[in-house]
């Protein structure tokens, strides 16, 4: 389910712009569900209220609108979902996808610019450096490279006088406007804030104008600077460098294994012209989902979309040439050697989110991690003490495609990463040879409900749920029948999928050591 990736299964790492915060997996995957369960008949109507308040349609041009109207309060909050993600970057390009969302923020050629006709020309020389700067390191030319590189960083400085610093997230918050941000995965982009409900038709000013005719070298530069070093600061973290062997390890053709941050050599590389084409292939208007929730009307939100984002031009959707990962046949290990708290990781294959157990993995995930009452919560943390921190994941580190179940745990002082695998696997295995008692399934469930409720009750997570249901499922309404899909989950489904998912054949782990260890 998607909601999984809210609440306790997030992809181990999520690029953001705006805010530039620091995301780490221990920080991501971490939860603590101490909410209260709720009854399926006390969510229920709430959910069917909410289904009658929806209004869907596609422009000729085929982008997608999905309106909830909610008119608790004066605010909206929107989401321009991008179907495209790090999967979608050709080898030798990753990062990528990151990059564009970042400059996504510096405007168009007509705003975060003082004289677009002075500003052009100026980065149509940077372009050209840029590139006979690339030929003459490839071609061993240091004088070259030295000279060339002084005549870069002064027509840097005159194009920079040009520019209105972020004049777009400026215009945003003098209006009222909150929470501008963005957020890249493997799956998908997505781009979102909230403004006052008077201001809907500013918010369709905007955000038709962001890509519509964006000008991406403006700040190119400053920014590949910015990624590279966010990239870097990775790399420093060791659980950080551990998710990616371990996904690397677990991958071996489908682009599920690469960083969303993208490779550090590929960044380097990467060109005004690598984005722009980037751009245009793959953010086309039948592409773009936009999900609008709160306090408007639907009819006068359906005649400002086409009045501006019916200017797009239509263009045939790009399909990536995803390569389809083949089944694992033996257990793959890594192992890294850093100076860390020892941390031990287990995943199985599984199928994507469209798939007719996906409801079962939650389930299984539920019960194994990692709220109190979970099982290996109370086996690891509570009764043995082996691990000082525990967390999973039904799905990751996307769900588009078939993914992993993942389970993860630090030591306690004096104890292995052997020891936990030892106890993980008894756990998993009572899975596959003892029934689910009744009463344990019906907790899971009722907490399960709980966190749907909880989650849908902001504007927000409705707008990024109802657009990701819509993009990845084919329905919006997809995501209003997934307690019928919970409810219907037996402790045979569970047994079941246990024993064609957790076995050795498909187990791909990874332990993180500290050098002497």
Request: one cysteine or more.
């Given at each position: 389910m998607i909601l999984t990736i809210l609440w306790w299964g997030i992809v181990p790492e999520v690029a953001r712009t705006q805010t530039q915060t620091a995301f780490t997996p221990q920080k991501l995957l971490q939860t603590n569900k101490t909410q209260t369960p709720a009854t399926s008949s006390s969510i229920q109507p709430y959910l069917d209220e909410a289904v009658k308040r929806v209004t869907e349609f596609r422009l000729d041009n085929g982008l997608k609108f999905i309106v909830l109207e909610r008119h608790q309060a004066p605010v909206v909050s929107f989401v321009t979902y991008a179907d495209v993600g790090a999967v979608d970057e050709p080898d030798g390009k990753t990062g990528m996808a990151h990059v564009l969302e970042h400059l996504a923020f510096k405007g168009t050629t007509r705003i975060g610019t003082k004289d677009y006709k002075a500003e052009k020309?100026?980065?149509?020389?940077?372009?050209?450096l840029d590139a006979q700067i690339q030929a003459a390191k490839a071609d061993g030319k240091k004088d070259e490279v030295t000279r060339l590189q002084a005549e870069f960083e002064q027509v840097?400085?005159?194009?920079?006088?040009?520019?209105?610093?972020?004049?777009?997230?400026?215009?945003?918050?003098?209006?009222?406007?909150?929470?501008?941000?963005?957020?890249?995965?493997?799956?998908?982009?997505?781009?979102?804030?909230?403004?006052?409900?008077?201001?809907?038709?500013?918010?369709?000013?905007?955000?038709?104008?962001?890509?519509?005719?964006?000008?991406?070298?403006?700040?190119?530069?400053?920014?590949?600077?910015?990624?590279?070093?966010?990239?870097?600061?990775?790399?420093?973290?060791?659980?950080?460098?551990?998710?990616?062997?371990?996904?690397?390890?677990?991958?071996?053709?489908?682009?599920?294994r690469r960083p969303i941050a993208g490779y550090e050599e590929d960044l380097r590389n990467l060109t005004p012209k690598d984005v722009q084409q980037f751009f245009e292939t793959h953010y086309v208007a039948s592409n773009l989902t936009i999900a609008?929730?709160?306090?408007?009307?639907?009819?006068?939100?359906?005649?400002?979309?086409?009045?501006y984002f019916g200017r797009y031009k239509s263009k045939q959707k790009t399909v990536s040439p995803i390569p389809t990962e083949p089944p694992q046949t033996q257990m793959r290990e890594v192992t890294?050697?850093?100076?860390?708290?020892?941390?031990?990781?287990?995943?199985?294959?599984?199928?994507?989110?469209?798939?007719?157990?996906?409801?079962?993995?939650?389930?299984?995930?539920?019960?194994?991690?990692?709220?109190?009452?979970?099982?290996?919560?109370?086996s690891l943390v509570e009764q043995q003490q082996l691990a000082s921190d525990l967390a999973g994941a039904s799905s990751t580190p996307g769900n588009k495609y078939p993914n992993l179940i993942v389970l993860s745990a630090a030591t306690t002082s004096g104890h292995t990463v052997d020891e936990l695998a030892a106890v993980l696997h008894k756990e998993?295995?009572?899975?596959?040879?003892?029934?689910?008692?009744?009463?344990?399934?019906?907790?899971?469930?009722?907490?399960?409900?709980?966190?749907?409720?909880?989650?849908?009750?902001?504007?927000?997570?409705?707008?990024?749920?109802?657009?990701?249901?819509?993009?990845?499922?084919?329905?919006?309404?997809?995501?209003?029948?997934?307690?019928?899909?919970?409810?219907?989950?037996?402790p045979a489904d569970i047994e079941r999928v246990a024993k064609t998912t957790f076995t050795p054949e498909n187990r791909t782990v990874g332990k993180l050591l500290s050098p002497e260890g």
């Amino acid at each position: 389910m998607i909601l999984t990736i809210l609440w306790w299964g997030i992809v181990p790492e999520v690029a953001r712009t705006q805010t530039q915060t620091a995301f780490t997996p221990q920080k991501l995957l971490q939860t603590n569900k101490t909410q209260t369960p709720a009854t399926s008949s006390s969510i229920q109507p709430y959910l069917d209220e909410a289904v009658k308040r929806v209004t869907e349609f596609r422009l000729d041009n085929g982008l997608k609108f999905i309106v909830l109207e909610r008119h608790q309060a004066p605010v909206v909050s929107f989401v321009t979902y991008a179907d495209v993600g790090a999967v979608d970057e050709p080898d030798g390009k990753t990062g990528m996808a990151h990059v564009l969302e970042h400059l996504a923020f510096k405007g168009t050629t007509r705003i975060g610019t003082k004289d677009y006709k002075a500003e052009k020309p100026l980065l149509d020389r940077l372009e050209q450096l840029d590139a006979q700067i690339q030929a003459a390191k490839a071609d061993g030319k240091k004088d070259e490279v030295t000279r060339l590189q002084a005549e870069f960083e002064q027509v840097k400085l005159q194009a920079a006088k040009l520019i209105k610093q972020n004049e777009f997230g400026q215009i945003v918050r003098q209006a009222g406007g909150q929470n501008l941000n963005a957020m890249t995965s493997r799956d998908a982009t997505l781009y979102f804030y909230s403004f006052p409900a008077n201001k809907l038709e500013l918010w369709m000013s905007l955000e038709s104008e962001r890509f519509l005719e964006p000008e991406f070298r403006r700040e190119f530069y400053q920014e590949k600077d910015v990624v590279l070093e966010e990239r870097l600061q990775y790399q420093n973290l060791p659980s950080a460098v551990m998710w990616e062997k371990f996904f690397e390890t677990a991958f071996k053709v489908h682009p599920y294994r690469r960083p969303i941050a993208g490779y550090e050599e590929d960044l380097r590389n990467l060109t005004p012209k690598d984005v722009q084409q980037f751009f245009e292939t793959h953010y086309v208007a039948s592409n773009l989902t936009i999900a609008i929730v709160g306090d408007v009307n639907p009819a006068e939100v359906k005649k400002l979309a086409q009045n501006y984002f019916g200017r797009y031009k239509s263009k045939q959707k790009t399909v990536s040439p995803i390569p389809t990962e083949p089944p694992q046949t033996q257990m793959r290990e890594v192992t890294l050697h850093l100076p860390s708290q020892p941390l031990y990781l287990e995943g199985y294959h599984r199928p994507a989110l469209n798939h007719p157990d996906d409801a079962v993995y939650d389930i299984i995930g539920d019960l194994l991690c990692c709220g109190r009452t979970s099982r290996l919560y109370k086996s690891l943390v509570e009764q043995q003490q082996l691990a000082s921190d525990l967390a999973g994941a039904s799905s990751t580190p996307g769900n588009k495609y078939p993914n992993l179940i993942v389970l993860s745990a630090a030591t306690t002082s004096g104890h292995t990463v052997d020891e936990l695998a030892a106890v993980l696997h008894k756990e998993i295995d009572k899975l596959k040879t003892e029934p689910v008692a009744v009463t344990e399934l019906q907790r899971v469930k009722h907490q399960v409900r709980a966190n749907l409720l909880a989650s849908l009750k902001s504007n927000m997570a409705m707008a990024e749920q109802l657009s990701a249901y819509e993009v990845k499922t084919g329905s919006w309404q997809n995501l209003f029948k997934y307690l019928d899909e919970i409810a219907v989950v037996t402790p045979a489904d569970i047994e079941r999928v246990a024993k064609t998912t957790f076995t050795p054949e498909n187990r791909t782990v990874g332990k993180l050591l500290s050098p002497e260890g």
